[in-house]
C-alpha cells in the first residue's frame, strides 16, 4: 500500500504569491493533518481535518487556509506569501479522529524568494 | 518557555555507545508523549510511545517522569544508522495536535 502522498516536493515561490499543497493520505485513513516545520526546529501544528470537517487549527495566519475532499485528500493554500513562510510543509494522516499514531508524508519543501 | 524543550545537541558518541536524551514539557496535564526520528530532508516517523511505567523496544527505553515533567531516551549498543534528529511530542488533554520539541541530533561515528 501507498504511504502518504504529497505534491509537489519542492516548489519555489516569490513573495505575495499563493500556493497550493497536495496531499493524498493512506487508503483507508480519514484524518489529515498539516504541520509547517523551519529548518531547525521541530514540526508546528497547522490544521487537522476529519471527514471533511475542520477539527483543529494551531496559531497560524488566516492567509492559511485547507480543506479535504470526500475521498479523504487534502489541499493546503497560502496566500501573499512571505519569505517566512519558506519550510518544509508535511502532510500526516492517521486512521481516527484521536489516533495519535501519525503517519507523515515527505513533505512539500517551499522556497519564497 | 517552550512547551517541549529539548537540547539541540549534536551528541557525536562512537558505535557501540549508550547514550541518553531527556525532554522537558510544560504542561503537567499532557497526557501522551511520543519519540520520533527524522533522517535529515526526510519526514518524522513514529519511534516509539512513552509509557508511565516505562517501555522498551530492543535497544531503546522511554521513560516518563510525571513529577519532574520529563521524558527520557536511551539508546544502548548504538549503530551507524543510529544517527539522526530525534523528536520529543506531546499531546496536550483537549488537542488533536501534537507539539514537537526543536529535536536532539545524535551522530554516531565509527
Known amino acids: 500500500d501507498a504511504g502518504v502522498t504529497q505534491s509537489p516536493t519542492h516548489l519555489i515561490k516569490t513573495r505575495g504569491q499563493q500556493v497550493t499543497l497536495r496531499c493524498s493520505p493512506i487508503?483507508?485513513?480519514?484524518?489529515v493533518s498539516w504541520y509547517q516545520q523551519v529548518l531547525g526546529q521541530g514540526p508546528q501544528f497547522i490544521f487537522q481535518?476529519?471527514?471533511?470537517?475542520?477539527?483543529g487549527r494551531g496559531n497560524f495566519p488566516d492567509r492559511f487556509s485547507a480543506r479535504q475532499f470526500p475521498n479523504y485528500s487534502s489541499e493546503l493554500n497560502v496566500n501573499a506569501l512571505l519569505l517566512g513562510d519558506s519550510a518544509l510543509y508535511l502532510c500526516?494522516?492517521?486512521?481516527?479522529?484521536?489516533?495519535?499514531?501519525?503517519?507523515f508524508g515527505s513533505g512539500t519543501q517551499l522556497s519564497v524568494l | 518557555r517552550k512547551e517541549v524543550e529539548q537540547d539541540p545537541g549534536p551528541f557525536n558518541v562512537p558505535e557501540g555507545a549508550t547514550v541518553a536524551f531527556n525532554c522537558t514539557y510544560s504542561?503537567?496535564?499532557?497526557?501522551?508523549f511520543f519519540w520520533y526520528r527524522q533522517d535529515c530532508r526526510k519526514e518524522p516517523k513514529l519511534l516509539m510511545s512513552?509509557?508511565?511505567s516505562g517501555n522498551e523496544d530492543g535497544r531503546f527505553t522511554a521513560q516518563l517522569n510525571r513529577a519532574s515533567q520529563y521524558i527520557s531516551l536511551l539508546i544502548r549498543d548504538s549503530k551507524l544508522s543510529d544517527s539522526a534528529t530525534y523528536l520529543c511530542v506531546v499531546r496536550d488533554p483537549g488537542r488533536r495536535a501534537l507539539t514537537f520539541g526543536s529535536g536532539t541530533r545524535l551522530q554516531v561515528q565509527p
Open positions: 487508503s483507508g485513513h480519514k484524518s
Open positions: 500526516a494522516s492517521a486512521g481516527g479522529l484521536e489516533n495519535e499514531k501519525l503517519f
Open positions: 504542561n503537567s496535564a499532557s497526557q501522551s
Open positions: 481535518y476529519y471527514e471533511k470537517e475542520e477539527r
Open positions: 512513552v509509557y508511565s
